[in-house]
């Protein structure tokens, strides 16, 4: 498994910008964020595969941008127009299956315990 830590998170006003980062062991073939929100399931939020496909939720294309250091194997969340729904924990996850590497999907073998964006109106 791959060992996954983020950082970045905290509080922003409502229309800010925060940017997330995701220390791994080691890049894989599907790599995402997803977060979850205070008494929500957890949702896909972008992904990124070994083409450097970005796949984003409806919620938030146009305004995050998911991208990758493989070099220093770092995953990144930009977000930017950042609005109070936004609020939540977010998670860096991994898969190593060569596979479609959809946002929509939660099968990642891997985890980070996550990191708490609070956007504030």
């Known amino acids: 498994q791959v060992h996954l830590v983020e950082s970045g998170g905290g509080s922003v006003q409502a229309g800010g910008s925060r940017r997330l980062s995701c220390a791994t062991s080691?890049?894989?073939?599907?790599m995402g964020w997803f977060r979850q929100a205070p008494g929500k399931e957890r949702e896909g939020v972008a992904t990124?595969?070994?083409?450097?496909?970005?796949r984003y939720s409806d919620s938030v294309r146009g305004r995050f941008t998911i991208s990758k250091d493989t070099a220093n194997n770092i995953l990144y969340l930009e977000m930017n127009s950042l609005r109070p729904e936004d609020t939540g924990t977010y998670y860096c996850?991994?898969?190593?299956?060569?596979?479609?590497?959809?946002?929509?999907?939660?099968?990642?073998?891997?985890w980070g315990k996550g990191t708490l964006v609070t956007i504030s109106s």
């Open positions: 996850a991994a898969d190593s299956a060569v596979g479609p590497c959809l946002v929509s999907s939660q099968a990642m073998d891997s």
């Open positions: 990124i595969d070994a083409y450097y496909t970005q």
């Open positions: 080691y890049t894989t073939y599907c």
